[in-house]
């Protein structure tokens, strides 16, 4: 299970860290990560971290998002610096197989969080 927090409202420019908590699974492994889902437009890829601490990010992202985990706490994170009216969405967090042949597929990913809504003014 789940449970993305961490939304909100922030200006053009600003920073927020959305988190997911994960339970039935160690993060250590698994792979984590993070999609968003802008209305109107179909979920896409953000991030994904391994538990052996491989990253990747999308383009639109690269350089301003970080994802980051906490085995202790069985969380991840994902900080957003630099934040764009574009990045508004709906975030998802999502759990799946080390393994991947598509990290940025939605369907190499079994487990997913609620979702929380980040809102970027400009």
């Known amino acids: 299970q789940l449970q993305a927090s961490g939304g909100g409202l922030v200006q053009a420019g600003g920073s927020l860290r959305l988190s997911c908590a994960a339970s039935?699974?160690?993060?250590?492994?698994?792979?984590m990560a993070w999609f968003r889902q802008a209305p109107g437009n179909y979920r896409e890829f953000v991030a994904r971290k391994n538990g052996g601490g491989n990253t990747w990010y999308a383009d639109s992202v690269q350089g301003r998002f970080t994802i980051s985990g906490d085995s202790a706490k069985n969380m991840v994170y994902l900080q957003m610096n630099s934040l764009k009216p574009e990045d508004s969405a709906v975030y998802y967090c999502?759990?799946?197989?080390?393994?991947?042949?598509?990290?940025?597929?939605?369907?190499?990913?079994?487990?997913w969080g609620q979702g929380t809504l980040v809102t970027v003014s400009s």
């Open positions: 999502a759990a799946g197989s080390l393994y991947s042949s598509n990290v940025q597929s939605e369907s190499e990913y079994s487990s």
């Open positions: 039935g699974r160690t993060i250590s492994s698994i792979a």
